[in-house]
Nanobody, 127 residues
């Protein structure tokens, strides 16, 4: 099995920054793509960013482009999300997730395609 654990969430003022981490353990060899998703109260879980574990190519939601940066450290089995210029609209529980096997461009944005999930970390941006 694979275990994913997020950390780094917290309370920050508008315009501030946070860096989220996702540590993976277990049979991580099966994961081909890692992604970040978020869910705000009363809303559906939405895609934020994803990264190809071997090649390092990335994809971002429009809301994240220019403000968020996804990265990974393969040696540490850890993924990061650097969030800058935070807005109250970014307030949500942020989840890291792992996709197994083959994938397509469309699939990396679909939470239903991911097999493994972390417990989530709360990000709150005050106005």
């Amino acid at each position: 099995q694979v275990q994913l654990v997020e950390s780094g969430g917290g309370l920050v003022q508008t315009g501030g920054s946070l860096r989220l981490s996702c540590a993976a353990s277990g049979h991580t060899f099966s994961i081909t793509v890692m992604g970040w998703f978020r869910q705000a109260p009363g809303k559906e879980r939405e895609f934020v960013a994803a990264i190809n574990w071997s090649g390092g190519s990335t994809r971002y939601a429009d809301s994240a482009k220019g403000r968020f940066t996804i990265s990974r450290d393969n040696a540490k089995n850890t993924m990061y999300l650097q969030m800058n210029s935070l807005k109250p609209e970014d307030t949500a529980v942020y989840y890291c997730a792992g996709l197994v096997g083959f994938w397509t461009t469309a699939q990396v944005m679909d939470p239903q395609k991911y097999t493994y999930w972390g417990q989530g970390t709360q990000v709150t941006v005050s106005s």
